[in-house]
């Protein structure tokens, strides 16, 4: 069917119900692979972190790495979930080119973490999640397809296979299906991906770079009359930004929308998202079950994680995310529009961290979300990439709050650090940005500015202090803005013989 038959959003949502389920996969950041000694390090050159065990050669035997398994059990901790006092290791059994050993170990019946939940606000609602398991396996190669003008398979010349990531552990997060969300199913999948991001950034188990693959995320989405029962989901596969997150779930309710109303029917497969058009297309047909053959990984021994030692993790627990950032509301002294909007830009931490190095809370959100924030759209990044750090925030401002710098000045300054010429400091100097305050260097200024506009200057004289304004403006264009406005008040009105 043809985008242009689709119904608008607004439509669909009055008349259907979607229910929506995430499937996220978490590259953990340990130095070796989940069952062998090689490393981790991203960006290697292809197959040179490979050996006999992670490509599954005949003889070579796995040993599961113990900082994985903490690894994973402080994920299922920190989501409120149950830890299995006995779990073990399963083999999933299928063929693809990406996988070495035709069967990938993971956990299949006995997960290692279940039954947990992860609260995230959507439009200043709080919406629970429940969390059906987190389960320990290991990540797959990757095929890379060439001599095509997509990069998928598909009119691709020959396909190259690069070993180096097969192996590696990977934590797989299984939400429950989430129905009641309504018209915000999109936002609430994307909250979701973003606190769990968020969650596992804070217990520094890894990097959750969507961009690097370190965080993928598999998006479930049906649509069901009100009342009936849940519909044919699909499954749009390795969705790899937050933003794609969002976009794939409302593209998917206009699809299966229209696919309903035009009589049809919704067929269980999974679906690739495009990120140049925000659309998804057809992947692998799932009408029954695939036959994984699941059966115990016989190679590796069970885990029965000591209590006592889950305790001591559990303790060991840094402040959660959604609860630090309410301390920070309340230290800041921010309004939740105010801090919702920090957190739209991505910024608490910036923001956070330019207040460790010595600025005001005011003072580093209005850098933040301010002139860097229109510099990071502008250029289509991050904000954190933008080429300013919180110590250099940090010395603008207090460089503004010694008087040395006005935000005109500032924001100068700002463009040279971004450019990366140093730091604020070293650019005022260097393009001699600082302010003027000296009364002998702006004396000749005043004195020029005065003459040339007699008639305010008469009626200064006459008790009209506010027309002041008018020559320290002409003063400061004299001066390039560099001039300090009271200074040069203060001057006007004792040339002219006023009180102030």
Not at 337 to 352: K, P, R, T, W
Not at 445 to 453: G, P, S, T
Request: contains cysteine; glycine residues 8%.
């Amino acid at each position: 069917m043809s985008t242009t038959a689709l119904p608008t959003y607004d439509d669909v949502v009055e008349r259907y119900e979607p229910v929506i389920g995430l499937e996220t996969h978490v590259e953990l950041g340990t130095n070796t692979k989940m069952f062998c000694g090689c490393p981790t390090e991203f960006g290697a050159e292809p197959n040179t972190q490979v050996c006999p065990v992670c490509l599954g050669l005949p003889g070579a035997l796995p040993v599961a790495n113990k900082a994985a398994i903490e690894a994973t059990i402080r994920i299922g901790l920190a989501l409120n979930c149950s830890i299995a006092d006995w779990c073990r290791f399963a083999r999933k059994n299928y063929f693809y080119p990406d996988m070495p050993k035709n069967f990938q170990t993971s956990q299949y019946d006995e997960p290692i973490c279940v039954d947990g939940w992860l609260d995230v606000e959507v439009d200043g609602e709080l919406v629970r999640i429940e969390i059906e398991r987190v389960h320990m396996e290991e990540d797959t190669g990757k095929t890379l397809h060439v001599g095509g003008a997509t990069g998928r398979i598909h009119g691709a010349t020959e396909s190259l296979v690069d070993y180096n990531r097969a192996g590696i552990p990977l934590v797989e997060i299984v939400t429950k299906p989430i129905p009641g969300t309504g018209a915000n199913a999109p936002a609430v999948a994307r909250a979701y991906v973003t606190e769990l991001r968020d969650v596992i950034r804070t217990l520094h188990v890894s990097d959750v770079r969507m961009e690097q693959g370190s965080l993928r995320c598999d998006v479930n989405t049906s649509l069901n009359l009100p009342g009936a029962e849940w519909g044919t989901r699909t499954e749009t596969k390795n969705v790899n930004s937050l933003r794609s997150v969002e976009r794939a779930v409302r593209s998917e309710i206009l699809r299966q929308a229209a696919v309903l109303d035009a009589g049809g029917r919704i067929v269980q497969e999974t679906r690739h998202f495009h990120e140049d058009t925000g659309d998804t297309t057809p992947g692998r047909s799932k009408e029954t079950a695939t036959d994984y053959r699941y059966f115990p990984e016989p190679d590796l021994v069970p885990i029965a994680p000591d209590p006592a030692w889950v305790a001591e993790l559990k303790s060991a627990l840094p402040e959660l995310p959604r609860l630090h950032r309410r301390r920070l509301q309340e230290q800041w002294g921010l309004s939740d529009l105010d801090m919702q909007s920090v957190l739209n830009a991505g910024a608490v931490e910036l923001i956070e961290e330019t207040v460790a190095a010595g600025a005001t809370p005011a003072g580093a959100r209005k850098w933040w979300l301010g002139e860097l924030a229109r510099r990071a759209n502008e250029s289509g990044v991050e904000l954190a990439a933008v080429g300013a750090t919180p110590a250099h925030v940090a010395e603008l401002q207090r460089l503004v709050d010694e008087g040395k710098l006005n935000d005109k000045l500032a924001r100068a300054v700002l463009e040279g650090v971004v450019a990366g010429e140093g730091t604020p400091t070293e650019i005022m100097s260097a393009r001699g940005l600082g302010v003027v305050s000296d009364t002998g260097a702006l004396t000749a200024a005043v004195d020029e500015a005065i003459a040339a506009n007699p008639a305010i200057a008469d009626k200064i004289r006459d008790g009209k202090v506010a027309a002041a304004g008018a020559l320290v403006g002409a003063v400061m264009k004299t001066t390039r803005g560099q001039a300090d406005a009271k200074t040069v008040r203060d001057l006007i009105l004792a040339r002219l013989g006023v009180e102030g």
